[in-house]
């Protein structure tokens, strides 16, 4: 099971901080990745961070923006997004991938999160 939390509203370069927490099945390796979703738009990669050796990638549009980082105590991962853009205005999901491969498609990830709401205003 994933709980995402942390979404709410912000103004133009401003921060937020979103928790993924994993509770119940364990895997030997795994990947934890964020997608959004705008309005009327597809599901996209933001980001993903491999459990076990801390890898970490990044959609093009939020490289140098958003950091992706880990508790292994807590089971949780983050996502830091500084100096947001309107156009970050999303659902933010959490996803599971058990295979352990960084991937782009969201359709390859097992587990997913129920979400939280990020909008950003100008």
């Known amino acids: 099971q994933l709980q995402a939390s942390g979404g709410g509203s912000v103004q133009a370069g401003g921060t937020l901080r979103l928790s993924c927490a994993a509770s119940?099945?364990?895997?030997?390796?795994?990947?934890m990745g964020w997608f959004r979703q705008a309005l009327g738009k597809e599901r996209e990669f933001v980001g993903a961070?491999?459990?076990?050796?801390?890898?970490?990638d990044y959609a093009d549009s939020v490289k140098g923006r958003f950091t992706i980082s880990r508790d292994s105590a807590k089971n949780t991962v983050y996502l830091q997004m500084n100096s947001l853009k309107p156009e970050d205005t999303a659902v933010y999901y959490c996803?599971?991938?058990?295979?352990?491969?960084?991937?782009?498609?969201?359709?390859?990830?097992?587990?997913w999160g129920q979400g939280t709401l990020v909008t950003v205003s100008s």
């Open positions: 961070i491999d459990w076990s050796g801390g890898k970490t």
């Open positions: 119940g099945r364990t895997f030997r390796s795994y990947v």
């Open positions: 996803a599971l991938d058990v295979r352990g491969i960084i991937d782009y498609s969201p359709k390859l990830y097992d587990y």
